[in-house]
């Protein structure tokens, strides 16, 4: 049996899923081999309006339900999402071009998220708070806030997906989910574990299709009190004006510009692998990921050195290969950017220590990882978010300076840093002005703690308890009394 059919109905509304009818239509791309894998339902405005009105109609007895009946239903989508990791990590290889291994520590990953808010879903406390005066008591009682427009990117196109649902879901929200358009087949399989987990109709809905026509519906539909994206500034900010109209809750992971500064008092080995492992994890197309490296100049010969060897043995290639490192980027428009940002960074005088080459593939969308030495403050790569395999390296001298230069950017998501010396690790940790500071780590986002970025990198967080609390109200009770 073929792992994914010719065409895969991918609306899902009120429990139904849609008939493909295919003059309305999209093809997905497998990126690796530019070939069609299947073909879905391109809605719009219509399936939208369906699908916010169900959404609406069960917010009344799903938002009313006792946690530990949703928390049930959660438990039960984890556990089906882990016993079928494997496959759903090689769908998401075929859509998104990531390493298999990659895929299937994405998709255990995002069946923890499932697992953590089955948890955190009977535990949405509120408060009883002492009134200034005897006639008075305070209930401060949490109710989740409704329904959830849930927009999601193509990077981690199943991670993305539970870190909105679970918490919303658990809180007692229903929600309208609308992926990447280059990555619907991990959604539309998600929706499918909760149908069998039980998922009550209405719930979940899923429409595919035309991004500003979905979008426009959830901006402009009453019953969507909360946007919940994860994407492009751009598009936050787009989403944040429109908001304004009906003051709808927004949460916004947006774009990021991570520096990774190494002192001198680093462990060289565990930073080189882990500055690595940041820049090139899904071919550096992850928000988190390291766009800029600045080596203190006592070590940073060593450090290029160790890089380049450690760079030098990755392999590029098809997700679905055993041996693959780095995968293709996701599409054309991708590759174009990152080539250039590689152009204009050599145009000002940037040196290559390894990589740097795309022609051997030109029409692909695979690129080689690469280094760059000699960068300077002008490079567009040292501003603007690449989204690719390029790491640019920078050398520095003083702390304060370097501090200075890490935090002169709009954006404002992860900073990482190395340094074995605890003093430090808490003083930059306090100077650095991000929503997540890594020292002497690299892998920060996990479901028990809250991920966000602050200035234009977003507004919100996911994950932890604090995931959860976006999506409730905090309703205040005030009871008179006779004393
Ligand atoms: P990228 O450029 O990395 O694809 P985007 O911000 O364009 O980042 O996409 C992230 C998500 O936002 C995707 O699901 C995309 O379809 C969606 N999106 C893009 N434009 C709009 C829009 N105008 N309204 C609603 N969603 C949008």
Redesign the pocket.
Known sequence: MSLIDKVTQSIYIDGEWLKVDEAHSDIIYNPAILEPLTTISAGGEAETKKAISAAHRAFKSWGSMSGRKRSRILYKAHELMLADAERLGEILTMEQGKPLKEAIGEVKGAAGFLLWYAEEASRSYGEWLPSSVRSKRMIVMPQPVGVVGA????NFPSSMITRKLGPALAAGCTVVL????ETPLSAIEIVKIFEQAGMPPGVVNLVTGD??A???EMLSNKHVRHIT????T??GK??MRESADQVKKLSLELGGHAPIIIFEDADLDKAVSLSLASKFRNNGQTCICANRVYVHESVAETFQTKLQKQVETLKVGNGLEEDTDLGPLINAQAKDKVQTHLDDAMQKGADIVCGGDTAEQPDSYFMSPTVLAGVTDDMRIMREETFGPIMPIQIFSDEQAVIEKANDTDYGLAAYFFTENTSRAIRVSEALDYGIIGVNDVFPAVPEAPFGGVKQSGTGKEGGHHGMDEFLEKKLVSLGIES
Do not use: D, M, N
Not at 229 to 232: I, K, P
């Open positions: 927009i999601t990117p193509w609308k992926p990447a358009p991004a500003e979905i979008g426009q994206f994860t994407g492009s751009a598009v787009y989403l």
